[in-house]
T-cell receptor, first 116, second 109 residues
Framework: NAGVMQNPRHLVRRRGQEARLRCSPM?????VYWYRQLPEEGLKFMVY????????ESGMPKERFSAEFPKEGPSILRIQQVVRGDSAAYFC??????????????FGEGSRLTVL | KNEVEQSPQNLTAQEGEFITINCSYS?????LHWLQQHPGGGIVSLFM???GKKKHGRLIATINIQEKHSSQHITASHPRDSAVYIC???????????FGTGTSLTVIP
């Protein structure tokens, strides 16, 4: 049973380009969370999704950032017109449907975005 | 003020020492998690606590719900324990985590 798979592990973009980060949750997990870790800072919640639904996006910047978790395929975090301040590690975590009340999460290895 | 505060921020220990990392939180929780992150690496869940104490090998975690405080201990520390340890409070409202900024541990041989 593969763990949470994130790709790419490392992504380099120039300012103004788009970044797409993918997350395949563990098998059987229907809940996906995205977190951002800025250099020298802690993890910050961005968005919580279930299949085809955004449950909580209170941590998402209002502009340029979007997330989806389609019925088929991985969850995608999309950052349009990237700026240097977007450089960070983006972690995805998944949770089985019966464990959402305790926050049992399984994390991916992260995608490290560098904006030049 | 952060919802989760950890101390110390950085910790250097000699191999074999007993290590304690502290975490205080201000939100209501349904569970308190301890995570481990190696440099440039992913995040691994070490403990999930809602009360009392848990032990995995040389790692021990405790929580005092009334005082809103948790500690993680490492007995007989080893250089491979060097990592960032993150305390995360899972809120009992809204399915949301609040993370501490982490404790960077270096164990010297």
């Amino acid at each position: 049973n593969a763990g949470v798979m994130q790709n790419p592990r490392h992504l380099v973009r120039r300012r103004g380009q788009e970044a797409r980060l993918r997350c395949s949750p563990m098998k059987g997990h229907s809940h996906v969370y995205w977190y951002r870790q800025l250099p020298e800072e802690g993890l910050k919640f961005m968005v919580y999704l279930q299949k085809e639904n955004i449950i909580d996006e209170s941590g998402m910047p209002k502009e340029r950032f979007s997330a989806e978790f389609p019925k088929e395929g991985p969850s995608i975090l999309r950052i349009q017109q990237v700026v240097r301040g977007d450089s960070a590690a983006y972690f995805c975590a998944s949770s089985p449907p019966d464990r959402t009340n305790t926050g049992e999460l399984f994390f991916g290895e992260g995608s490290r975005l560098t904006v030049l | 003020k952060n919802e989760v505060e950890q101390s110390p921020q950085n910790l250097t220990a000699q191999e074999g020492e007993f290590i304690t990392i502290n975490c205080s939180y201000s939100v209501g929780i349904s569970a308190l998690h301890w995570l481990q992150q190696h440099p440039g690496g992913g995040i691994v869940s070490l403990f999930m606590l809602s009360s009392g104490k848990k032990k995995h090998g040389r790692l021990i975690a405790t929580i005092n719900i009334q005082e809103k405080h948790s500690s993680q201990h490492i007995t007989a520390s080893h250089p491979r324990d060097s990592a960032v340890y993150i305390c995360a409070a899972f809120s009992n409202t809204g399915n949301q985590f609040y993370f501490g900024t982490g404790t960077s541990l270096t164990v010297i041989p």
